[in-house]
């Protein structure tokens, strides 16, 4: 079977464009699925108390399968909405604010969705909230730096005192001197600065205690300037000779004073210039 000829589409890119739209539908259906096992699960925990009992399995195992199916869609529809969020944000505040959206929307739901498998599993919470808080603090003073530049990273997000793109100065003691270069991207560690060519990792806690101001105009990198080409005098066309004639001063005058008196109608002679022979004064 013979095809018309017409524009050809591009299978991927469709195939991508229908996956973007779908995303936030898939988020929506397992927010749905992931509430509607949570209270599935509570329903069947009505009818026993402990997981242990073997007098109702049938609700005990109804009760598990809905918490498990809980922790599945709740972590689809966690991750799908932190991806839609990242994607709306991304046009309007840039890669960097939205990343810190995401993260914080994958911290929050992820915990929410820990939390409420453990407790319709009936496992204390409460004991391990705390034991979670105390290993968080061992963790915090292990990974103090780590987590330093995490929330410099966040001031510096929120506090803009520079944007992708500006040229600007870092000096600190703890930098060595001066830092100048052209702020390329703001991560969540690190701040990186095209410095003469080179990309430069700078961490955030150092930014953060750094003076920032705009490099001098001095030190910026110069921009090849497009050469202008000046445009060629033209040259006067050369008077033709007339076959056989001479070519030295007085054929040449000779030649000019004709072609004027063609062109005029009259005697155009410039003055000095001798007459040819048989012509009246």
């Known amino acids: 079977m013979h095809l018309q000829d017409g524009p050809q589409l591009d299978l ?33 925990h009505r009818y026993f108390h402990d997981y242990f009992d073997s007098k109702n399995v049938q609700y005990q195992i109804i009760a598990a399968a809905c918490a498990v199916a809980f922790c599945v869609f709740g972590s689809a529809a966690t991750i799908g909405l932190a991806a839609k969020a990242r994607s709306v944000l991304e046009p309007r505040s840039g890669p960097s604010h939205a990343g810190v959206v995401r993260y914080f929307l994958l911290l929050i739901g992820g915990f929410t969705t820990l939390v409420i498998t453990l407790v319709l599993f009936d496992v204390p919470v409460a004991n391990l909230v705390l034991g979670g808080a105390l290993t968080s603090v061992f963790v915090g003073i292990a990974a103090q730096q780590a987590l330093g530049n995490v929330f410099a990273g966040i001031v510096l997000l929120l506090a803009r005192p520079f944007r992708v793109g500006d ?56 921009q090849a300037q497009p050469q202008q080409t000046q445009p060629q005098p033209t040259q006067p066309a050369p008077v033709a000779t007339p076959p056989g004639a001479a070519i030295d001063g007085t054929a040449e005058k000779r030649v000019r004073s004709e072609t004027l008196v063609a062109q005029g109608g009259g005697d155009q002679t410039p003055p000095g210039t001798p007459r040819p022979p048989g012509k009246p004064d």
Not at 24 to 32: F, M, N, V, Y
Not at 196 to 221: H, K, Y
């Open 167 to 222: 040229a600007i100065r870092l000096r600190a003691g703890a930098l060595g001197g001066e830092i100048d270069g052209t702020v390329t991207d703001i991560g969540i560690t690190y701040v990186r600065l095209d410095v003469a060519g080179s990309v430069m990792s700078v961490p955030n806690s150092q930014v953060l205690n750094a003076v920032v101001g705009p490099q001098p105009q001095e030190t910026r990198p110069q």
């Open 12 to 44: 991927s890119a469709q195939v991508a464009k229908v996956k973007r739209k779908a995303r936030p539908w898939k988020a929506i259906i397992s927010l749905i699925l992931a509430i509607a096992s949570a209270a599935a699960s509570g329903w069947a």
